[in-house]
């Protein structure tokens, strides 16, 4: 069990630029989340896949953000034109279970800086 | 909609002391609590989790939760403090509504002195 694995860990961007993330999942895991943390904050919602399929994103990911799972396995986040207010650490979490008390595994995330 | 709040951004304790990090719960239903812990540079980590079967929860390293219905609360302690323990706690949720989305509180930071 290799866990959760996101790459890169840092990206310094300018803003305007596009910038991908992405995450690779526990193996099996067909349940993936994407979460953004803004400092001082907690995790916030952004995404969420089953199997390749995307089956909820918050309104907090705007039409510059896309998500992708194309074969289930490993996980894109992109962001377009980026702005200073995308500086965050994005992190992603996988899980096997189904159910309110499955169990999601985090990864180390991705801490961008937009400047 | 489900929903915790973490009172106290910071709490400081001396090693061997107890560690009391609160987070109170606001749901309509019966709800499912997590505890994470995140330590510096470093993704979350499950500590415990509330799953109805018992009020008390015991977790990894040596933390454990009630869970107290008539007080909506489901607060973190551990006896004695370690050094190791420094770290950020989050209080999180299931959202019943939502594909069993986390949401989280905002956090709590542990600090322990020698």
């Known amino acids: 069990d290799t866990g959760v694995s996101q790459d890169p860990r840092h990206k310094i961007t300018k803003r305007g630029q596009n910038v991908t993330f992405r995450c690779d999942p526990i193996?099996?895991?067909?349940?993936l989340y994407w979460y953004r943390q803004t400092l001082g904050q907690g995790p916030e919602f952004l995404t969420y896949f089953q199997n390749e399929a995307q089956l909820e994103k918050s309104r907090l990911l705007s039409d510059r953000f896309s998500a992708e799972r194309p074969k289930g396995s490993f996980s894109t986040l992109e962001i377009q034109r980026t702005e200073q207010g995308d500086s965050a650490m994005y992190l992603c979490a996988s899980s096997l279970e189904f159910g309110p008390t499955e169990t999601q595994y985090f990864g180390p995330g991705t801490r961008l800086l937009v400047l | 909609a489900q929903s915790v709040t973490q009172l106290g951004s910071h709490v400081s304790v001396s090693e061997g002391a107890l560690v009391l990090l609160r987070c109170n719960y606001s749901s309509s239903v019966p709800p499912y609590l997590f505890w994470y812990v995140q330590y510096p540079n470093q993704g979350l980590q499950l500590l415990l989790k509330?799953?109805?079967?018992?009020?008390l929860v015991k977790g990894i390293n040596g933390f454990e939760a009630e869970f107290k219905k008539s007080e909506t609360s489901f607060h973190l302690t551990k006896p004695s403090a370690h050094m190791s323990d420094a770290a950020e706690y989050f209080c999180a949720v299931s959202d019943l509504e939502s594909f069993q989305k986390l949401v989280f509180g905002t956090g709590t930071r542990l600090l322990v002195s020698p």
């Open positions: 509330y799953t109805s079967a018992a009020t």
């Open positions: 193996s099996e895991h067909n349940r």
